[in-house]
């Protein structure tokens, strides 16, 4: 839970990044959506421990909702993003403040907030902290497709109770979930023939890669276009 990969390249927050809408509330949050509120598919994005103003992230909810899909980037954290420089709350400390748990629950409530709108079908991808969140959804089957990157807290026993379409893109240089981990996530689902899933492992990537990646690195773009690809497939595959 203390590795430093959770603090590698931290994004510089901006609130008015993107070229969608930040809206005061979609089932008790702020948000930030993109894309027409017409679409019955939505994409719920959740954040790493950064949170929903991150710019990549939300350059990714633009290109999704490019797709045809409404997208929203709830401010799971309150508006209280993990900081690396503060000696007083290192990620241990201030994930006490935000549980993955309260995450779902403030999921499930933004999920009903859009089946009210007319929203037929939800899928969710989490990064890293949203990861878990994604699987508890995938779990209770309040989700109709999930996509996990670089995930972080997921456990064997997550994904044995996994009941929805699932694709997990994994990172070669990661302590919070190895490719040995990832790679048993894999049989485990392979081994689940009612649920379909993805499994693949990015070479010569850290955690966090896909979504805090460096814009001048151009292996690091180039992986993290192909996840984004990856992930946009599995929506349109399962999201309808």
């Known amino acids: 839970m203390a590795s430093p990969q959770c603090c590698d390249n931290p994004p510089t927050l901006t609130p008015t990044a993107g070229g969608g809408t930040v809206v005061d509330d979609i089932g008790g949050l702020k948000a930030y959506t993109a894309g027409s509120a017409e679409s019955k598919l939505a994409v719920i994005l959740i954040s790493d421990v950064y949170g929903f103003e991150a710019p990549k992230l939300r350059k990714i909810a633009d290109k999704v909702a490019a797709s045809g899909f409404f997208v929203i980037v709830p401010d799971f954290l309150y508006g209280d993003p993990y900081v690396p420089d503060n000696a007083e709350r290192p990620v241990p400390v201030w994930i006490q403040s935000h549980s993955p748990a309260k995450g779902c629950e403030d999921a499930k409530s933004v999920i009903t907030t859009l089946k009210n709108k007319g929203i037929s079908a939800v899928g969710a991808a989490g990064y890293c902290w949203g990861a878990k969140v994604v699987v508890e959804l995938a779990k209770s089957g309040?989700?109709?497709s999930a996509v996990m990157l670089h995930p972080s807290f997921v456990t064997?026993?997550?994904?044995?109770?996994?009941k929805t379409p699932i694709a997990i893109l994994g990172a070669e240089h990661d302590h919070l979930s190895p490719p040995e981990?990832?790679?048993q996530f894999e049989e485990v689902l392979a081994a689940k023939s009612e649920v379909k899933s993805f499994v693949k492992i990015f070479p010569g990537v850290p955690h966090g890669w896909s979504v805090r990646y460096k814009d001048d690195?151009?292996?690091?773009l180039k992986s993290a276009e192909e996840a984004?690809?990856?992930?946009?497939?599995?929506?349109?595959?399962?999201?309808?």
């Open 142 to 144: 309040d989700i109709q």
């Open 156 to 162: 064997v026993d997550d994904i044995k109770d996994v």
């Open 181 to 183: 981990l990832v790679k």
């Open 217 to 220: 690195d151009e292996f690091a």
């Open 228 to 240: 984004f690809q990856d992930m946009l497939d599995w929506f349109s595959k399962y999201l309808k």
